[in-house]
């Protein structure tokens, strides 16, 4: 099959998996899988990108290992950490343990340090697969760059390194999926060891075919004043603007409520659901009962 033919049949998977992506990405998701090279996503909360290594991982039949990057994020809970618990029992029997000489007791310390007493964290665990998994390092902006560091040496040779045990190589590439929301510039060592694809909020078509995929229950004429709302409410100057899991909650809302179409009358029932499509008091009180009737009176 040609490049033009793998990138349909990697589509039409994707599609059949739930995920309705545009050309770029599918081509970023065939030659990261080609080239072994991580990708990262960048593009605002709520995009999908998250959803790209899920997707993956399901497409390829195998284990998602996920990171949650958060502020003070280190090396130990991220690669590695000791048993200490384990390890200090082991020191005190060793204390008590009168009948071994000095050279089992250098022994029995060296073996303080061995696998039996590493716990695996998401990183060592991802390198130490016996399956290829998809490791997901969920919004890297959120570490600080000291974490990037330390991921340098994954992302470049698949190996990370442990002071008391050496260098662990990978068993086999787990394919890197790196997700970013842009909440601070990422350096240039961690960009040039990847992939790169912006997502962006997806576009009228796009969107209302993701709600047709979603929420089937949904009329077809409500599924595009859904649409059609939600793209008129990012045009609104919002803190945070819908992402699409927002619009797939919103329509679940108003189908609960028994809404059937959305028009000015109606404002009253749109604005009681509001609560699960914009997600701040600032953005809300930018969203008036006038400025809602004008919108549902334009979809």
């Known amino acids: 099959m040609g490049e033009a033919g793998d990138l349909e ?43 790209v290594a899920k997707v993956l991982a399901a497409l390829r039949g195998t284990k998602l290992i996920r990171l949650q990057c958060y502020e003070g994020l280190d090396a130990h809970a991220a690669m590695y950490e000791w048993n200490y618990q384990r390890q200090l029992l082991a ?8 009948r071994a000489n000095a050279r089992e007791l250098a022994e029995k310390e060296q073996d303080i340090f061995s696998e039996r ?14 399956v290829p998994p998809v490791l997901l390092i969920d919004e890297i902006d959120r570490a600080d760059e000291a974490f990037e560091a330390y991921l340098l040496e994954l992302l470049s040779d698949f190996q990370l390194s442990i002071p008391e045990l050496g260098t662990v190589h990978a068993t086999c590439r787990p394919l890197v999926v790196i997700t970013s929301n842009g909440t601070r510039e990422l350096s240039d060592a961690l960009r040039r060891r990847c992939l790169y694809q912006y997502i962006d909020y997806p576009d009228y078509d796009k969107e209302l075919a993701i709600v047709r995929r979603k929420a089937p229950q949904a009329a077809p004429a409500l599924a595009r004043q859904v649409v059609a709302f939600v793209q ?21 809302a108003l189908l609960r409520l028994g809404v059937t179409t959305l028009d000015a009358g109606g404002a009253d029932r749109i604005l009681a659901t509001l609560g699960a499509l914009i ?21």
Not at 117 to 130: D, G, V
Not at 279 to 299: F, G, I, N, Q, S
């Open 9 to 51: 049949a990697l589509r039409e998977e994707l599609v059949d998996a739930g995920y309705i992506a545009d050309p770029p990405l599918v081509a970023a998701l065939l030659l990261m899988q080609s080239l072994e090279r991580p990708l990262l996503l960048e593009g605002d909360a709520g995009v999908g990108k998250t959803e």
């Open 91 to 98: 020191i005190k029997l060793l204390e008590h343990d009168e």
């Open 117 to 130: 007493y590493l716990l695996e964290r998401p990183l060592l665990a991802a390198i130490r697969a016996k």
């Open 232 to 252: 008129g409410v990012r045009r609104v100057d919002l803190q945070k603007k819908p992402g699409i899991a927002e619009t797939l909650d919103w329509t679940a």
């Open 279 to 299: 997600k701040t008091r600032e953005d809300r009180l930018a969203l008036p009962r006038e400025a809602v009737a004008r919108l549902a009176a334009a979809c």
